[in-house]
């Protein structure tokens, strides 16, 4: 009887090769040596500036320092969702180089259960038509290890049977390569993942921080663009000042919000509903003392103390409160007509930043920017403004201090 000649599929070893292939661009997204400590050291750096601008007192810090803490924040947020776009596509390289493993591993098994049926045919082909009777003999013995069959194989079989057997050989060596590559790319897999999910983490982290940082930025934006508003009367100079430096930082605040929209890693926008009524807070009924109109809930305590101040020699003036009404009106021309574009979007939002009606003091009637001898109080240096340090709180008014001029019944 002939032997029939069957053909043989060697391991996919092209399979595996891009396996290892892409175990190595997997890794080499993990800095290493110097290049990984200064990196380390870069992103320490920025840890610490992002933690200094977190820290930074919104409302009285220069406008400059502001600045800086909104650039510091857009920096560590930049550099958390560049790290987790690394991560990201180092998870996609390990689940290509998983599924290339997998197909590796299926394809050795493959391999292996065809070079045991060309090894089987081998052995019936033997049976079938034997040269001698030593290889029946050697197929009835109690111990048919694989050097006796292969001896026998060779003595009764050609050349190419014994390379059937020693592919079969192969072909289980590289099944048990693949399922350790397998393994070990699995494992690459589950760690990419994890990492996407602590990279997602620090993203979210410093966007909060961001956010919570920008939020009161808008509300600096809100108190003080309401009192260059306010000062509009009282110093021009002073009130056109304030404007510019707070349309610096809404312009700053404008750009981190183009940038977040365009980055590939921000998170869907949220659905959008319709905005609830905004109540601006009453000032309640208002009293005129010395020229300046608040609240008469602070009326009696002012008057005491302009007749302190006079009695003292210091002849103090300044205005009060200020209309909600105009507050509204400038807001329906610059942000827009809707409910939430009047008393609701940021500042920054507006064209130009316009404060949201009812964030400031003196719509309440509750806070005076001061005059002395006719001028606006400017600085801390100044006579007025020492003699309001020293006596202003025992009446129940105090500084806000980065603006010299600006007492209320809070300090704000």
């Known amino acids: 009887m002939t032997t029939t000649s069957t053909p043989h599929r060697r391991v996919a070893r092209p399979v595996i090769a891009v396996v290892l292939g892409l175990l190595l661009v997997v890794a080499s997204a993990v800095p290493s040596g110097a290049a990984g400590d200064t990196k380390a050291k870069q992103d320490e750096v920025r840890d610490q500036q992002a933690q200094v601008a977190k820290e930074v007192d919104t409302l009285n810090a220069s406008t400059a320092d502001v600045k800086d803490a909104l650039a510091a924040l857009d920096d560590q947020v930049a550099s958390t969702e560049s790290k987790l776009v690394a991560a990201q596509a180092a998870s996609e390289d390990a689940a290509k180089a998983l599924e290339a493993a997998q197909l590796a591993e299926t394809q050795a098994e493959q391999a292996v259960a065809d070079m045991q049926d060309a090894v089987n045919e081998l052995a019936v082909n033997a049976f079938m038509s034997p040269p001698d009777g030593g290889f029946v003999e050697t197929l009835q013995s109690d111990d048919l290890s694989e050097a006796v069959l292969k001896r026998t194989f060779i003595d009764v079989r050609s050349e190419r ?23 070990d790319v699995a494992k690459e897999a589950d760690e990419a993942l994890a990492a996407v999910d602590a990279r997602f983490a620090e993203v979210s982290a410093a966007r909060e921080d961001q956010a919570k940082v920008v939020a009161e930025v808008q509300s600096r934006l809100d108190q003080k663009l309401g009192e260059a508003a306010a000062l509009a009367d009282l110093d021009q100079e002073l009130s056109a000042q304030l404007r510019k430096e707070q349309e610096q930082l809404a312009a700053a605040i404008a750009a981190q919000e183009r940038a977040r929209q365009q980055s590939v890693a921000a998170p869907a926008p949220s659905s959008s509903s319709p905005a609830p009524v905004v109540n601006v807070p009453s000032s309640g009924s208002l009293r005129t003392v010395g020229g300046i109109t608040v609240s008469t809930s602070i009326a009696g305590n002012l008057e005491r103390m302009l007749n302190a101040a006079r009695a003292a020699g210091h002849n103090y003036g300044g205005g009060g409160y200020r209309s909600s009404e105009g507050q509204i009106n400038t807001r329906r021309n610059n942000c827009g007509t809707s409910n939430y574009a009047i008393y609701q979007m940021p500042p ?7 404060a949201r009606p009812g964030t400031s003091m003196h719509e309440r009637g509750l806070a005076i920017d001061f005059t002395y001898n006719g001028s606006l109080i400017r600085s801390r240096s100044s006579p007025g403004f020492q003699w309001l340090a020293a006596n202003a709180a025992s009446y129940g008014f105090y500084n806000l201090p980065s603006e010299p001029w600006h007492w209320s019944s809070n300090g704000n």
Do not use: G, M, V, Y
Not at 348 to 353: A, D, G, H, L, V
């Open 161 to 183: 049977d014994f390379d059937t057997l020693d592919l079969l050989t192969k072909a289980q060596n590289d099944l048990e390569n693949a399922r350790a590559i397998a393994q």
């Open 348 to 354: 920054s939002q507006c064209s130009p930043p316009t």
